[in-house]
Nanobody, 114 residues
């Protein structure tokens, strides 16, 4: 079964930075497209960014220019570098394969204060 362990979240002031990590097990990470999602309080989980097995990247318009997704296949890890954070970025962040599998991780909480 594929498993995800997200880490790196925390409390940061607006304008600050964080780097999230997603450690993946149970699959050959290098062969998969992988995405980051986030879920703000009281809202549905939404797409943030994706990276293909070949390294092609796509970022949602709400984070483009501020967030960067990357991957290290040797470490079975996908990263999300988040710069110039805004209070609207406050959410629990998750990663998953594309297409998604049902075994979501616990996520990592990001809180941005104004």
């Amino acid at each position: 079964q594929v498993q995800f362990v997200e880490s790196g979240g925390g409390l940061v002031q607006a304008g600050g930075s964080l780097r999230l990590s997603c450690l993946i097990s149970g699959t050959t990470t290098s062969l998969n497209d992988i995405a980051w999602y986030r879920q703000a309080p009281g809202k549905q989980r939404v797409f943030v960014a994706r990276i293909s097995s070949s390294g092609a990247r796509l970022h949602d318009a709400s984070v483009a220019g501020r967030f960067t997704i990357s991957r290290d296949n040797a470490r079975n890890t996908v990263y999300l570098q988040m710069n110039n954070l805004k209070p609207d970025d406050t959410a629990v962040y998750y990663c998953n394969l594309l297409p998604n599998v049902n075994s979501w991780g616990q996520g990592t909480q990001v809180t941005v204060s104004s």
